[in-house]
């Protein structure tokens, strides 16, 4: 598996980033052991207080606190630990940092027009400064493939928010469109990085503007595009089995939970632990890394002593 970044830009991204969790890149077969969010709003060490947050904890997801000069010390540490356990990595970030929304398009063009920039209507200016730092770090410790880029269309209704989806009102559609940019053809100077981010957003807003305006199809034939090692029943079968599991799993820890005491303990008991290593130590991503770095510092001094 490669060791790759993927960096996307959706129009609701709140909404994307849950369906993305669910299934929706069941088609590409994609595995995300580690992500890294660069969503700021809400603020995602609000986040990691929940049930949810203990989860992204577990697969290492590094939250962060809006302000890149307290961000920056952690993000490095974190991606730094990515590559020193040479795991395949696939980093998912949103450069452009909150929703397309009338308020946020508003201050995308103030910055526009301050920078001499063109307003985009379909994204968001990106911020590059996250983007770059990570391409660098990860170029650094050698442990970086290939950018994919992502854009995200939604051809028919557009849920955004919670209340969308618990009134039912999912998706009829996405469409994906996907490019890899292999490392050596990505610039290698932070200032070329910059401009090469900010120059896929340029083709990301004419992309979305053309799939609005059009045929609502990125590829030019109006036919969605299957990977050749999937196929639609096998999609449907993958989509169907993922429903039953998580509907019958739902219902049985409810049962278990009102069936059985020892089952009810072992909820609170769980929720108490980690609550505490929460408001201990900030959280399961933090241990697990002050664990490596205290493992790669025994072993330094052990091989001191054995000079």
């Known amino acids: 598996m490669e060791r790759d970044i993927f960096f996307t830009c959706t129009v609701p991204r709140k909404f994307f980033w849950k369906y993305f969790h669910a299934q929706s890149f069941s088609t590409f077969d994609v595995c ?5 969010s660069l969503d700021r709003g809400p603020n995602c060490s609000h986040l990691a207080h929940t049930s949810s947050g ?25 991606l730094d630990y990515f590559c020193d356990i040479r795991e395949p990595l696939q980093l998912l970030i949103f450069p452009e940092g909150t929703d397309l929304t009338g308020n946020t398009k508003a201050r995308s063009h103030e910055f526009a027009e301050k920078n001499g920039l063109r307003k985009y209507e379909y994204v968001l200016h990106p911020r590059t400064t996250g983007f770059t730092f990570v391409v660098e770090r990860l170029r ?14 939604y051809p028919q209704n557009i ?17 994906f469109h996907v490019r890899r940019y292999p490392v050596h053809t990505v610039p290698t100077s932070r200032e070329e990085l910059q401009v090469w981010c900010q120059k896929r957003w340029e083709e990301k807003e004419e992309r979305l503007r053309q799939f609005y305006e059009g045929e609502k199809y990125f590829d030019a034939t109006g036919r969605s595009i299957i990977p050749p090692c999937k196929s639609e029943l096998r999609v449907l079968v993958v989509k169907c089995i993922s ?7 739902t219902l049985a820890m409810f049962v278990l939970l009102y069936l059985y005491s020892f089952v009810r303990w072992y909820l609170l008991i769980m929720v108490i632990i980690f609550a505490m290593q ?3 130590f900030g959280g399961l991503e933090l241990i697990e890394l002050a664990c490596h770095q205290y493992v790669n510092k025994q072993q330094n001094l052990y091989g001191e002593k054995t000079e």
Not at 32 to 36: D, I, K, S, T
Not at 142 to 152: E, F, Q, R
């Open 243 to 249: 429903l039953l599991y998580w509907t019958v799993f």
């Open 278 to 280: 929460q408001k201990i």
């Open 54 to 78: 203990w989860a992204m904890q577990v697969a290492a997801f590094i939250f962060i606190q809006r302000k890149w000069e307290d961000d920056k010390n952690h993000f490095e540490k974190m």
């Open 32 to 36: 995300f052991p580690c992500l890294v």
């Open 159 to 175: 849920p955004q928010t919670e209340k969308h989806i618990l009134n039912g009102n999912f998706p009829k559609e996405i469409h």
């Open 140 to 153: 650094e410790g050698n442990n970086l493939d290939a950018i994919h880029d992502i854009t995200v269309a």
